[in-house]
């Protein structure tokens, strides 16, 4: 089954980190985001890929091809944002009239069976129970769990269900017409065309899918809800690397993600710390956090804290929200 993987987002949620950085290459657990997708469908025996890229796609791209040579890849650039709908349209030449596929979106982590959703005898859509559903897709279903309406972030909810990024479409052609009727009637939810429409017109006109209801979804959106991920998905490793380059007075709390270049003095990580390779930390308290690849953080005490890439740090405790290629000196 041929999987599409949309990542044109520019992740303004996530800012400043996502200026440099691709929100679905933002570290967590000690890996990208778009990792734990790939890995869990690899195993599920998924081989054929369709990314839509925008910004920063060539970051994507040289990711995908680095880390992942194995898998058949193809890339589409959504150069104009105009929604989901119309970045799912943009594959419409990769498929076969009756020819299944899956979407999953590139930003989330689904602790979920892939291989009980690839063999859903049903078209599913993934969904769970959130307590404010005005900021997703949700879904109506009956008694026997099939769906019977799907609202785009609807101001007034419907439902509590929430459209979670995960669609297994048994029948792509009624997928593509779906989606090329509101592309070309201009059908727009929120200024935007919308994959959520697509389906609503799907169910109209007779097609049905069932709720694949998931425990665990994690929306890696924002700093909070990044922050929560890692600590999640810590929580599910106790390792630690067998060796370190240079860790000396150095007392680490697992579960933690640290990779072995760092080099770590007179610190105290942990717990639930992500630190990215080749990165320098002396004289430091560091908790709940993500640290980035090439950084150096001095006399510092950091909780709740996303760093990224190359940055410096010198200075006192702070919560800080600090992107690729900064330095900041809080001695003064």
């Given at each position: 089954?041929?999987?599409?993987?949309?990542?044109?987002?520019?992740?303004?949620?996530?800012?400043?980190?996502?200026?440099?950085?691709?929100?679905?290459?933002?570290?967590?657990?000690?890996?990208?985001?778009?990792?734990?997708?790939?890995?869990?469908?690899?195993?599920?025996?998924?081989?054929?890929?369709?990314?839509?890229?925008?910004?920063?796609?060539?970051?994507?791209?040289?990711?995908?091809?680095?880390?992942?040579?194995?898998?058949?890849?193809?890339?589409?650039?959504?150069?104009?944002?105009?929604?989901?709908?119309?970045?799912?349209?943009?594959?419409?030449?990769?498929?076969?009239?009756?020819?299944?596929?899956?979407?999953?979106?590139?930003?989330?982590?689904?602790?979920?069976?892939?291989?009980e959703v690839l063999n859903s005898k049903d078209s599913v859509l993934g969904v769970k129970k959130v307590e404010?559903?005005?900021?997703?897709?949700?879904?109506?279903?009956?008694?026997?769990?099939?769906?019977?309406?799907?609202?785009?972030?609807?101001?007034?909810?419907?439902?509590?269900?929430?459209?979670?990024?995960?669609?297994?479409?048994?029948?792509?052609?009624?997928?593509?017409?779906?989606?090329?009727?509101?592309?070309?009637?201009?059908?727009?939810?929120?200024?935007?065309?919308?994959?959520?429409?697509?389906?609503?017109?799907?169910?109209?006109?007779?097609?049905?899918?069932?709720?694949?209801?998931?425990?665990?979804?994690?929306?890696?959106?924002?700093?909070?809800?990044?922050?929560?991920?890692?600590?999640?998905?810590?929580?599910?490793?106790?390792?630690?690397?067998?060796?370190?380059?240079?860790?000396?007075?150095?007392?680490?709390?697992?579960?933690?993600?640290?990779?072995?270049?760092?080099?770590?003095?007179?610190?105290?990580?942990?717990?639930?710390?992500?630190?990215?390779?080749?990165?320098?930390?002396?004289?430091?308290?560091?908790?709940?956090?993500?640290?980035?690849?090439?950084?150096?953080?001095?006399?510092?005490?950091?909780?709740?804290?996303?760093?990224?890439?190359?940055?410096?740090?010198?200075?006192?405790?702070?919560?800080?929200?600090?992107?690729?290629?900064?330095?900041?000196?809080?001695?003064?």
């Open positions: 089954m041929k999987v599409i993987i949309p990542v044109a987002g520019t992740g303004t949620r996530l800012r400043p980190h996502t200026y440099t950085q691709p929100k679905a290459l933002m570290p967590v657990a000690g890996k990208p985001i778009i990792s734990f997708m790939l890995d869990e469908l690899l195993r599920a025996g998924c081989i054929e890929f369709i990314f839509i890229t925008g910004y920063l796609g060539d970051k994507i791209r040289h990711y995908v091809e680095e880390q992942y040579p194995q898998i058949k890849a193809h890339y589409i650039e959504q150069k104009d944002r105009e929604g989901l709908g119309h970045a799912i349209w943009l594959a419409k030449d990769f498929f076969s009239p009756d020819e299944p596929l899956l979407i999953l979106l590139g930003d989330s982590v689904f602790d979920i069976d892939m291989k404010d559903p005005r900021g997703f897709g949700v879904a109506v279903a009956d008694e026997n769990d099939y769906i019977t309406r799907v609202v785009e972030k609807p101001n007034i909810p419907v439902s509590n269900q929430a459209l979670i990024g995960l669609y297994k479409i048994n029948n792509s052609i009624r997928l593509f017409d779906a989606l090329a009727y509101i592309v070309q009637h201009d059908v727009r939810t929120n200024q935007s065309i919308q994959l959520t429409d697509a389906l609503m017109h799907m169910i109209d006109k007779g097609e049905h899918f069932k709720a694949y209801r998931v425990n665990n979804w994690f929306d890696c959106g924002q700093k909070d809800s990044l922050l929560d991920t890692n600590t999640i998905l810590l929580r599910k490793r106790n390792d630690l690397p067998e060796s370190f380059q240079s860790v000396t007075n150095t007392i680490i709390i697992p579960p933690v993600a640290i990779d072995p270049t760092c080099i770590i003095n007179n610190a105290i990580i942990g717990p639930y710390v992500t630190v990215g390779e080749h990165t320098q930390i002396n004289d430091c308290i560091i908790r709940d956090s993500i640290i980035g690849s090439y950084s150096v953080i001095s006399n510092a005490m950091l909780h709740r804290s996303v760093i990224g890439n190359d940055a410096t740090i010198i200075g006192r405790s702070k919560s800080l929200n600090l992107g690729d290629d900064t330095e900041i000196d809080l001695r003064n």
